[in-house]
């Protein structure tokens, strides 16, 4: 069973920087495909930033250019950098791990096994 454990979320102004951490290491240490999702209250969970297997990525239109995913194998860490923060990106943010043999990113939440339990983002105008 893999144990997923998100930190770094907190409250800043709008135009700020927040660096969201995940610590999994079965998931890194087996090259599981990953992502960031997150959800707002009243909405549903959506994807955020993925990378597959080989370490490509992915990001949804609504943070591209300033959110960046990543991942340390040394660290067994998955992190989202998160920069010019808009008072819409707040949400509560899961990584999320996908243990299938053939996985590719997947933006869809049921693809993934494994979930963390959430930090929160706040980000006020």
């Known amino acids: 069973q893999e144990q997923l454990a998100e930190s770094g979320g907190g409250s800043v102004q709008s135009g700020g920087s927040l660096r969201l951490s995940c610590a999994a290491s079965k998931a890194i240490n087996n090259g599981y495909c990953m992502g960031w999702f997150r959800q707002a209250p009243g909405k549903e969970r959506e994807g955020v930033a993925l990378?597959?297997?080989?370490?490509?990525?992915g990001y949804a239109v609504s943070v591209k250019g300033r959110f960046t995913i990543s991942r340390d194998n040394a660290k067994n860490t998955l992190y989202l950098q998160m920069n010019s923060l808009k008072p819409e990106d707040t949400a509560m943010y899961y990584c999320?791990?996908?243990?299938?043999?053939?996985?590719?990113?997947?933006?869809?939440?049921?693809?993934?096994?494994?979930w963390g339990q959430g930090t929160q983002v706040t980000v006020s105008s």
């Open positions: 990378i597959g297997r080989a370490g490509s990525t």
């Open positions: 999320a791990a996908d243990s299938s043999r053939y996985c590719s990113g997947s933006w869809l939440v049921r693809a993934y096994d494994f």
